[in-house]
């Protein structure tokens, strides 16, 4: 193990080739068929034998067996890319009108260099690493998808580490791994209301039930459940992002709808939000002589770090790279990432991979058409997977 990073700068040149290729045939959401075939191609060449394709659509499941007995360990890589046009001129710059814009193609990349390392260390590796290629974390539907496919059994996985490459946190520099306990992402759900009155003239408005001033009430009264129901230092976020409702100046029609988001970072406070939507836009409704009728959909959860389990990994980030690169991130973001799913039925971290050189210009954020990343720092996410696989049972 002492020499990981050694072994893995060794074998820079085929991370970044991975990368570059998978970069060059970016695939959107679930339908990834490419990239998988091109991780299965590339698994085969380097010798794992235990493949499984097709695990929820295009998800690919690979297993590196240790020759020591012990627990299973899941390194999860998503593999997704955006409708994003790419402006970054990098000669393997994307052709199809999709590109890499969140450093997917490099999560990808430093799991199969973690896989080549293992295969190299299969004498003192204790156990099982199962790596879990992930397609559609962008739309977070591919981590439910492949563990309603049975990815997290057979073998039935222990615990489970990730990885997010870029600049994502700004204390993270480039070359740096960042750690939080706890929360790091927030749960994402989503939202549809739709308001029923009754149409009629907008001259009459006694004669009809208004279902536009019943929204218009419900889109203020909703942040009270924030700002008058939750402790202040408790976080969450309720956006309404779309009003549609009405046709003409004159009528007041039958329904008016808003869609919207919340974001919370803690269970219960999840389950109280959603609940205190339902109370909201009913008593609004009711109140007006309407309806309110909700369409509520559960995301992913949200990210919690395990304690115990990120300690062990930030104490081996700190022996691998030194103490002085690994950072403790401060605060959660209220976006979220499907990796969640995972954590949420075994313990695990995910961790941040700094990645951004500004002197090479990798100044643009992520999802932007100018985005990119700095391929010196992959050997360090491989050796931190592979790593980290070889001695968190120790
Ligand atoms: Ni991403």
Same mark, same amino acid.
């Given at each position: ?43 085969? %060449?380097?010798?794992? /034998? @235990? ?5 929820? +659509? ?7 067996? !240790?020759?020591?007995?012990? %627990?299973?360990?899941?390194?999860r890589a998503d593999c997704d890319a955006l409708p994003i046009k790419e402006e ?21 990349a430093m799991a199969l260099g973690a896989a080549k390392l293992l295969l190299a ?27 309603? @496919? !049975?990815?997290?059994?057979? #073998? ?5 580490? $990730?990885?997010?490459? $870029? ?24 939202f549809v209301v739709t308001f029923k009155g009754k149409g009629g003239h907008g ?37 309404? !992002? ?7 100046? &004159? ?23 959603? /609940? ?9 409704? @009711? ?11 559960? $995301?992913?959860?949200?990210?919690? &770090? ?18 002085? %690169? ?5 605060? #959660?973001?209220?976006? +979220?990432? @499907? ?56």
């Amino acid at each position: 193990m002492e020499h990981i990073l050694e072994e893995a700068k060794s074998i820079s040149a085929e991370i970044a080739e991975w990368r570059r290729h998978l970069h060059q045939t970016p695939e959107l959401g679930l339908e990834t068929p490419k990239t998988s075939a091109y991780i299965v191609q590339e698994l085969k %060449k380097m010798g794992v /034998e @235990d493949i499984r394709e097709r695990v929820g +659509g295009w998800g690919v499941a690979a297993l590196v067996k !240790g020759e020591k007995p012990g %627990k299973t360990l899941a390194i999860r890589a998503d593999c997704d890319a955006l409708p994003i046009k790419e402006e970054t001129g990098l000669p393997f710059a994307s052709k199809n009108g999709l590109m890499h814009a969140c450093g997917h193609d490099a999560h990808t990349a430093m799991a199969l260099g973690a896989a080549k390392l293992l295969l190299a260390h299969k004498a003192e590796l204790a156990g099982t690493v199962k790596f879990i290629f992930q397609p559609a974390e962008e739309n977070v539907q591919g981590a439910k998808a492949m563990i309603d @496919d !049975g990815v997290m059994e057979n #073998p039935h996985v222990d615990a489970l580490i $990730g990885l997010h490459t $870029g600049c994502l946190w700004k204390e993270v520099g480039n070359g740096e791994i960042g750690v939080r306990f706890g929360s790091l992402m927030a749960a994402v759900d989503r939202f549809v209301v739709t308001f029923k009155g009754k149409g009629g003239h907008g001259a009459t408005p006694h004669l009809a039930v208004d279902p536009v001033t019943m929204t218009a009430t419900a889109v203020l009264e909703l942040q009270t459940i924030l700002s008058r129901e939750l402790s202040p230092l408790d976080a969450a976020v309720l956006t309404v !992002g779309r009003i549609e409702g009405g046709k003409s100046f &004159n009528i007041i029609p039958e329904s008016c709808l808003i869609e919207g988001t919340v974001r919370t970072l803690n269970p219960s406070t999840r389950a109280f939000v959603e /609940e205190r939507l339902r109370a909201v836009v009913s008593r609004v409704a @009711d109140g007006m002589r309407g309806e309110a009728e909700v369409e509520y959909e559960s $995301g992913p959860p949200p990210l919690i &770090n395990d304690t115990d389990f990120t300690r062990t990994f930030q104490a081996f980030a700190a022996r691998l790279a030194g103490a002085e %690169k690994v950072k403790e991130i401060g605060e #959660p973001t209220m976006g +979220g990432e @499907d990796v969640a799913y995972f954590l949420e039925m075994v313990p695990g971290t995910f961790f941040v991979h700094g990645s951004c050189a500004p002197e090479k210009g990798q100044v643009y954020p992520h999802h932007n058409p100018k985005f990119d990343v700095d391929e010196e720092t992959f050997p360090l996410g491989s050796a931190l997977f592979a790593g980290f696989a070889l001695t968190w049972q120790q």
